[in-house]
């Protein structure tokens, strides 16, 4: 089944220069990007796409983090994209995710785990409007 998913390069994939080894692996799958964008974050853009734990104490840290530097957001698609980006990226827990998966060769711990990818069909198309408003 063809699907789109929205994936944002984090900045600690960006800091340490793995864009292009992560679209690599996206592309080895045959994944096509549909559109793509460098953007900072702003703090009103980030309560929004954290909405889920904005109220949560440790929700400064994650927004600090995500707009300390421009990030790379892609419109992947392919087949069964957002299942299969989720299975190369690995457990969300960098600490946890086995080798040969993108958080477990390139990441370092919960947060700083290279990239955000949609986990449904249903916040695929809520990220993509977001971020791609005129997609």
Same mark, same amino acid.
């Given at each position: 089944?063809?699907?789109?998913?929205?994936?944002?390069?984090?900045?600690?994939?960006?800091?340490?220069?793995?864009?292009?080894? !992560?679209?690599?692996?996206?592309?080895?799958?045959?994944? +096509?990007?549909?559109? @793509? $964008?460098?953007?900072? *974050?702003?703090?009103? #853009?980030?309560?929004?796409?954290?909405?889920? !734990?904005?109220?949560?104490?440790?929700?400064?840290?994650? +927004?600090?983090?995500? @707009? $300390?530097?421009?990030? *790379?957001?892609?419109? #992947?698609?392919?087949?069964?994209?957002?299942?299969?980006?989720?299975?190369?990226?690995?457990?969300?827990?960098?600490?946890?995710?086995?080798?040969?998966?993108?958080?477990?060769?390139?990441?370092?711990?919960?947060?700083?785990?290279?990239?955000?990818?949609?986990?449904?069909?249903?916040?695929?198309?809520?990220?993509?409007?977001?971020?791609?408003?005129?997609?």
């Amino acid at each position: 089944m063809n699907q789109e998913t929205l994936i944002i390069l984090k900045p600690d994939c960006m800091s340490a220069g793995q864009c292009g080894a !992560v679209i690599s692996r996206f592309e080895a799958e045959g994944f +096509e990007i549909v559109a @793509s $964008s460098v953007q900072t *974050l702003s703090s009103d #853009l980030l309560k929004e796409h954290y909405a889920h !734990v904005a109220h949560l104490p440790f929700f400064p840290d994650i +927004e600090a983090f995500m @707009s $300390s530097c421009p990030v *790379l957001i892609l419109l #992947l698609e392919g087949d069964s994209v957002i299942a299969k980006v989720r299975e190369l990226l690995g457990p969300t827990n960098s600490e946890e995710a086995p080798k040969g998966t993108i958080r477990g060769d390139l990441g370092t711990d919960r947060m700083r785990n290279m990239v955000h990818a949609s986990d449904s069909p249903e916040n695929a198309l809520i990220e993509k409007k977001r971020f791609f408003p005129n997609l």
